[in-house]
């Protein structure tokens, strides 16, 4: 990574650069998003959404792209975040909340909470959510690192498959017992922000915002896990503590969004990788970015989705993974047999 | 027992765009040992795994007794001609017994049974490794030494008559080095078969070649009786290294001694 | 050459050949009684003579239906399949000498499935089309991962990641088609996310009987080139096997059992990963695990699918149960094979 980092200019004068042309992107992304959809409105049903009107179906339509768009700009963040801080704790360039079956956990833990607990507030969702994907972030690393050359990409992709299919398994067999609810099967296996409201977004921002602060208070404490933790160690890090915290953060932050939107894959793998080769591995500047470039991403994705199967729409975690897989598999050709 | 020739010609090879051989002779004499030597990268390997037809050639052609061997159907070949690689599998919790039993691949068709002659293949093999006591070991549990004693009975389960080893001593001690070789030794003396193997320390190739070959830059540079080969001269050009050969005063054959920067002897 | 040491090679052989039919004997009276066991069991209890009778093709009042119509299909449909799965996974796994490189993990599985629910819920097609098609996308996936894999040659660990990645994205096309289904069909959508025998015909099993009398066979025929690449492709060459030509006959062979497998059943989920490393463990690595491993992958999905319809609380797709029990053995598997370093 370091090879390619050192080709981009990384002076503080590009940084301000990219960041005001990705927050360019954004802002273009957003009025697309807003205005494109699988149905197609005038430009003055558009204006007429946006100053708070409903009377078409136009008008209408547009009305909920709004809290969408803003759940999807969150979504892409907490993602692009949390892949970045997996990445960066792990040392590991495979890591993400998709691959190493947090999301699933999550989504196990929500199935569970309703049918078993009957759980039914946003809140709870939430709290349910977060506590399944600490189990299983946890459960996965300690697998993935059992035994020699501790937790190898290939070992962690593998205890996250593992896990990733026995929780889907899982998730079948709870809700299956539960005619009610298994109508609403697919919406635990693929994620999506179609059904963002603003009461919503309201239950789950606090916690993202939590997620946020942690994740960037983090910053340095990473820059000194990349060096290995014993150097870290050395240079009078307490690396036990920093990499649960850091992991506290990236849980809060995928954790929350799947509780909302159910398992998005591969947003929090690609994001970081990009965002290393663009704007250079230092921690304080990456984690930004990832976020800015996640949100960017999984907006993006979501208007491709109503676009491409118009007049339906795609899931935006199935988009997530069409652009994702190929980028992982371009990230396995590129590492060393050994180092896998 | 009729003496198989094996030789190439105009050889040229190598990996995807890289060619490590170009345009090499080489006969190699029957009923001999041959070992080739060579500093890191030279294509010692690659000559050998071309020679036994792993690796099909850009150019030239090997031949066994006057026939291309990439030409040879490959159950036919390996009735001839044997190879150990330089790192095979031992599938896990298998025993000694079945592993060298798995020589005898080439000898069976699709239907064909398993009959006496084959057990004797095994047991003769295991004799002539002394394993015989380790027949029903899995091989897993077998130190370094033994190991490669195995995959050597493998080998000779086969019973081939030309033989080539790629680096048969790496990862053993000396003891276990000079054992395994002395073992090859036994093999060409008892049964008359041919051998050719990549050696890494030139002493001990200079102690138990017949023929010693010398290879640099995909090239052979020199070969023939080791006092011809092991020289002064031929050390400098093949490993750029200064050293002084004497002879060795209980085999008769010459060792080499590196002179490095220091920790000289003051002579006159 | 001592007479002794003869003896002790040939005695030690016709141990391992003795014991080996021993295993293959146990596992087949196992499956044999399994499959009586489903015919009788289930809701209510037949007995054995009304099973007979029904399979003799007497009619018995309310044994011909729930025997004849729903437990015979089910239970030849599941042993068909588990054979099927349990073979070609056993090849893929032998072949590549890694038991994590089976087809349900490095995608093989997830493209024939993902093909056959296309074929299906899209182009309307159904029986032996639906299995050409599986077939193709089968064999159209395995050739993408191992080029895509290719770097100076295939290593495993890079074989595997690069499956995990074109699974992750074949599984997302079936959700996506399963998504833009007209009408929701659960049952449907539970055969393609995770495999079941629900609702099986007899007419079903027929392409998969066909599928192992012809790739089983070609399969069989490569055994003796099969276990010779378990010592390394070096020196399975070395002994005179033509390598690359034994993995285009083994992959085209276990492709096609599995694909067509898949388009009947789904993707039962790691059967075809788990039945090798069982039969292993029963029968030692010695000679050829792949008649084992079939018997043991027909055991898993009959059992599989009883447990899911009557020993739990509600009734589950065998897919769901198999599922459940092979994840914590992969991982298990992967603790394990870093812990000997292997």
């Given at each position: 990574?370091?090879?390619d980092a050192?080709?981009?200019?990384?002076?503080?004068r590009s940084?301000?650069f990219?960041?005001a042309?990705?927050?360019?992107?954004l802002?273009?992304?957003c009025?697309?998003?807003v205005?494109?959809?699988?149905?197609?409105?005038?430009?003055?049903?558009?204006?007429?959404?946006?100053?708070?009107?409903?009377?078409?179906?136009?008008?209408?339509?547009?009305a909920?792209r709004?809290?969408r768009?803003l759940?999807?700009l969150?979504?892409g963040?907490?993602?692009?975040?949390?892949g970045?801080?997996?990445q960066?704790i792990?040392?590991n360039?495979?890591?993400?909340?998709g691959?190493?079956?947090?999301?699933m956990g999550a989504?196990?833990?929500?199935?569970?909470?309703?049918?078993?607990?009957?759980?039914?507030t946003a809140?709870?969702?939430?709290?349910?959510?977060?506590?399944?994907?600490?189990?299983?972030?946890?459960?996965?690393y300690v697998?993935g690192?059992?035994?020699?050359?501790?937790a190898t990409?290939?070992?962690?992709?593998l205890a996250g498959v593992?896990?990733?299919v026995a929780f889907?398994?899982?998730?079948i067999?709870?809700?299956?017992?539960?005619?009610?609810i298994?109508?609403g099967?697919?919406?635990w296996q693929?994620g999506?922000?179609?059904?963002?409201t603003f009461?919503r977004?309201?239950?789950?921002?606090?916690?993202l915002?939590?997620?946020?602060?942690?994740?960037?208070?983090?910053?340095r404490?990473?820059?000194?896990?990349?060096?290995?933790?014993e150097l870290?160690?050395?240079?009078?890090e307490?690396?036990?503590?920093?990499?649960?915290m850091?992991?506290l953060g990236a849980?809060?932050?995928?954790?929350a969004?799947t509780?909302i939107c159910?398992?998005?894959?591969f947003?929090g793998?690609?994001?970081?990788h990009?965002?290393r080769l663009?704007?250079?591995v230092?921690h304080?500047?990456?984690?930004?970015f990832?976020?800015?470039?996640?949100?960017?991403?999984l907006?993006?994705a979501d208007?491709a989705?109503r676009l491409?199967?118009?007049p339906?729409?795609?899931?935006?975690g199935?988009?997530?993974?069409?652009?994702?897989a190929p980028f992982?598999?371009?990230i396995?050709?590129?590492q060393?047999?050994?180092?896998? | 027992?009729?003496?198989?020739s094996?030789?190439?010609?105009?050889?040229?090879?190598g990996y995807?765009?890289?060619?490590?051989?170009e345009?090499?002779?080489?006969q190699?004499?029957p009923g001999q040992?041959?070992v080739?030597?060579?500093?890191?990268?030279?294509?010692?390997?690659?000559?050998?795994?071309?020679?036994?037809?792993?690796?099909?050639p850009?150019?030239?052609?090997?031949?066994l007794d006057?026939?291309?061997i990439h030409r040879?159907?490959?159950r036919q070949?390996a009735?001839?001609?044997?190879?150990?690689?330089q790192s095979p599998?031992?599938p896990e919790?298998i025993t000694?017994a079945?592993?060298v039993?798995?020589?005898?691949?080439?000898?069976?068709?699709?239907?064909?049974r398993?009959?006496r002659?084959d057990?004797?293949?095994?047991a003769?093999a295991?004799?002539?490794?002394?394993?015989?006591?380790?027949?029903?070991r899995p091989?897993?549990?077998?130190?370094?030494?033994?190991?490669q004693?195995?995959?050597?009975?493998m080998?000779?389960a086969?019973q081939t008559q030309?033989?080539?080893l790629?680096?048969?001593?790496?990862?053993?001690d000396?003891s276990?080095?000079?054992?395994?070789?002395?073992?090859?030794i036994?093999?060409?003396q008892?049964?008359?078969?041919?051998?050719v193997m990549?050696?890494h320390d030139?002493?001990?190739a200079?102690r138990?070649?017949?023929?010693?070959?010398?290879?640099?830059?995909?090239?052979?540079?020199?070969?023939?009786?080791?006092a011809?080969?092991?020289t002064?001269?031929?050390?400098?050009h093949?490993?750029g290294?200064?050293?002084?050969v004497i002879?060795?005063?209980?085999?008769?054959?010459?060792i080499?001694?590196?002179?490095?920067?220091?920790?000289?002897?003051?002579t006159? | 050459?001592s007479?002794?040491?003869?003896?002790?090679?040939?005695?030690?052989r016709?141990?391992?050949?003795?014991?080996?039919?021993?295993?293959?004997?146990?596992?087949?009276?196992l499956?044999?009684?399994?499959?009586a066991?489903t015919?009788?069991?289930g809701?209510s209890?037949t007995?054995?003579?009304d099973?007979?009778?029904?399979?003799?093709g007497?009619?018995?009042?309310?044994?011909?239906f729930t025997?004849?119509q729903?437990?015979?299909?089910r239970a030849v449909l599941?042993v068909?399949?588990?054979?099927?799965?349990?073979?070609?996974g056993?090849?893929?796994?032998?072949?590549?000498?890694n038991?994590l490189?089976?087809?349900?993990?490095?995608?093989?599985s997830?493209?024939?499935?993902?093909?056959?629910?296309?074929a299906?819920?899209v182009?309307?097609l159904?029986?032996a089309?639906?299995?050409?098609?599986?077939?193709?996308?089968?064999?159209?996936?395995?050739?993408t991962?191992y080029?895509?894999?290719?770097r100076n040659?295939?290593?495993g660990?890079?074989?595997?990641?690069?499956?995990i990645?074109?699974s992750a994205?074949?599984d997302?096309f079936?959700?996506y088609?399963?998504?833009?289904?007209?009408?929701?069909?659960?049952q449907e959508?539970?055969r393609?996310?995770?495999g079941?025998?629900?609702?099986?015909?007899?007419?079903q099993s027929?392409?998969i009987?066909?599928?192992?009398l012809?790739?089983g066979?070609?399969?069989?025929s490569?055994?003796?080139d099969?276990?010779?690449?378990?010592?390394g492709d070096?020196?399975?060459?070395a002994l005179?096997?033509?390598v690359?030509r034994?993995?285009?006959?083994?992959i085209i062979?276990?492709?096609g059992l599995?694909a067509?497998a898949t388009a009947v059943t789904?993707p039962i989920a790691?059967v075809?990963?788990?039945s090798a490393?069982?039969?292993?463990r029963?029968f030692?690595s010695?000679?050829?695990?792949?008649?084992?491993?079939?018997l043991?992958?027909?055991?898993?999905v009959?059992?599989?699918?009883?447990?899911g319809?009557?020993?739990?609380?509600?009734?589950y797709?065998?897919?769901?149960?198999?599922?459940?029990?092979?994840?914590?053995?992969?991982?298990?598997?992967?603790v394990r094979?870093?812990?000997?370093?292997?």
């Amino acid at each position: 990574m370091a090879t390619d980092a050192a080709l981009v200019l990384r002076s503080s004068r590009s940084r301000v650069f990219w960041l005001a042309l990705v927050l360019a992107v954004l802002v273009a992304l957003c009025a697309g998003s807003v205005a494109i959809g699988t149905r197609s409105v005038s430009w003055s049903e558009i204006w007429a959404a946006l100053a708070g009107r409903v009377d078409t179906v136009g008008q209408a339509a547009v009305a909920a792209r709004i809290p969408r768009t803003l759940m999807a700009l969150l979504a892409g963040a907490a993602l692009g975040l949390s892949g970045a801080i997996m990445q960066g704790i792990t040392r590991n360039p495979l890591a993400d909340p998709g691959i190493l079956g947090v999301n699933m956990g999550a989504s196990l833990a929500i199935a569970v909470g309703v049918a078993w607990f009957g759980i039914t507030t946003a809140n709870a969702y939430i709290w349910v959510a977060i506590l399944g994907a600490g189990f299983t972030a946890v459960f996965v690393y300690v697998i993935g690192s059992l035994g020699r050359g501790g937790a190898t990409p290939l070992k962690l992709a593998l205890a996250g498959v593992a896990t990733s299919v026995a929780f889907a398994s899982l998730v079948i067999a709870v809700v299956l017992t539960r005619g009610d609810i298994a109508g609403g099967i697919r919406q635990w296996q693929v994620g999506g922000v179609g059904g963002a409201t603003f009461a919503r977004l309201s239950v789950v921002l606090p916690f993202l915002v939590a997620g946020f602060l942690i994740s960037m208070a983090t910053a340095r404490k990473l820059n000194s896990l990349a060096l290995g933790d014993e150097l870290a160690a050395g240079l009078g890090e307490r690396v036990a503590l920093a990499r649960a915290m850091a992991a506290l953060g990236a849980i809060l932050l995928c954790g929350a969004t799947t509780a909302i939107c159910g398992p998005i894959g591969f947003v929090g793998l690609i994001v970081p990788h990009l965002c290393r080769l663009l704007f250079g591995v230092d921690h304080r500047w990456l984690l930004p970015f990832s976020a800015l470039v996640g949100a960017a991403l999984l907006t993006c994705a979501d208007i491709a989705g109503r676009l491409i199967a118009r007049p339906n729409e795609l899931d935006v975690g199935i988009v997530t993974a069409f652009i994702g897989a190929p980028f992982f598999i371009w990230i396995v050709r590129r590492q060393k047999v050994r180092e896998l | 027992m009729t003496k198989h020739s094996l030789s190439a010609h105009q050889l040229s090879a190598g990996y995807a765009d890289t060619i490590i051989l170009e345009g090499l002779d080489f006969q190699v004499p029957p009923g001999q040992i041959t070992v080739i030597v060579g500093a890191n990268a030279c294509g010692k390997s690659t000559l050998l795994r071309t020679m036994s037809r792993l690796l099909p050639p850009r150019h030239g052609q090997v031949l066994l007794d006057g026939k291309s061997i990439h030409r040879t159907a490959p159950r036919q070949l390996a009735q001839v001609l044997g190879l150990l690689p330089q790192s095979p599998i031992a599938p896990e919790g298998i025993t000694v017994a079945d592993l060298v039993s798995r020589g005898r691949h080439p000898h069976h068709g699709m239907i064909s049974r398993w009959g006496r002659k084959d057990d004797e293949a095994v047991a003769q093999a295991l004799e002539a490794t002394n394993i015989v006591e380790l027949a029903e070991r899995p091989v897993d549990e077998l130190s370094g030494g033994q190991r490669q004693r195995v995959w050597i009975a493998m080998a000779l389960a086969q019973q081939t008559q030309v033989l080539l080893l790629d680096e048969p001593t790496t990862f053993l001690d000396i003891s276990h080095q000079v054992e395994v070789l002395d073992l090859l030794i036994d093999l060409n003396q008892q049964r008359g078969t041919t051998i050719v193997m990549v050696l890494h320390d030139l002493n001990l190739a200079a102690r138990y070649a017949d023929h010693l070959v010398a290879m640099a830059g995909g090239r052979i540079f020199a070969s023939g009786p080791p006092a011809d080969v092991l020289t002064e001269a031929n050390v400098r050009h093949v490993f750029g290294l200064e050293s002084r050969v004497i002879a060795d005063p209980t085999s008769g054959r010459p060792i080499m001694l590196p002179l490095g920067r220091h920790r000289m002897a003051k002579t006159g | 050459m001592s007479m002794a040491s003869v003896d002790i090679v040939a005695a030690g052989r016709i141990r391992r050949v003795r014991r080996r039919a021993r295993v293959v004997l146990a596992l087949l009276a196992l499956l044999v009684t399994g499959f009586a066991l489903t015919l009788m069991l289930g809701q209510s209890f037949t007995p054995p003579g009304d099973v007979i009778r029904v399979l003799m093709g007497h009619d018995v009042p309310g044994a011909t239906f729930t025997v004849g119509q729903l437990r015979l299909p089910r239970a030849v449909l599941a042993v068909l399949a588990g054979l099927s799965f349990g073979l070609g996974g056993a090849a893929f796994q032998i072949m590549l000498r890694n038991p994590l490189a089976s087809p349900d993990i490095i995608g093989i599985s997830s493209g024939a499935s993902a093909a056959a629910v296309f074929a299906i819920v899209v182009l309307r097609l159904d029986g032996a089309a639906v299995s050409i098609f599986a077939v193709a996308a089968g064999l159209g996936v395995a050739l993408t991962i191992y080029g895509l894999s290719w770097r100076n040659g295939v290593a495993g660990a890079r074989l595997i990641l690069v499956g995990i990645g074109v699974s992750a994205m074949l599984d997302s096309f079936i959700s996506y088609v399963l998504v833009r289904a007209p009408a929701w069909d659960l049952q449907e959508a539970m055969r393609w996310l995770t495999g079941s025998v629900n609702g099986a015909r007899l007419g079903q099993s027929l392409p998969i009987l066909i599928s192992l009398l012809i790739f089983g066979g070609l399969l069989m025929s490569r055994s003796r080139d099969l276990q010779a690449l378990r010592l390394g492709d070096d020196s399975a060459a070395a002994l005179g096997t033509h390598v690359t030509r034994t993995r285009v006959m083994v992959i085209i062979a276990a492709v096609g059992l599995i694909a067509v497998a898949t388009a009947v059943t789904g993707p039962i989920a790691f059967v075809a990963f788990l039945s090798a490393p069982i039969a292993a463990r029963i029968f030692g690595s010695e000679g050829s695990l792949l008649i084992p491993a079939a018997l043991v992958g027909a055991v898993l999905v009959l059992a599989g699918d009883y447990v899911g319809q009557f020993l739990l609380p509600s009734r589950y797709p065998v897919g769901v149960v198999t599922g459940a029990l092979g994840a914590p053995y992969l991982i298990f598997l992967i603790v394990r094979a870093h812990r000997s370093g292997a």
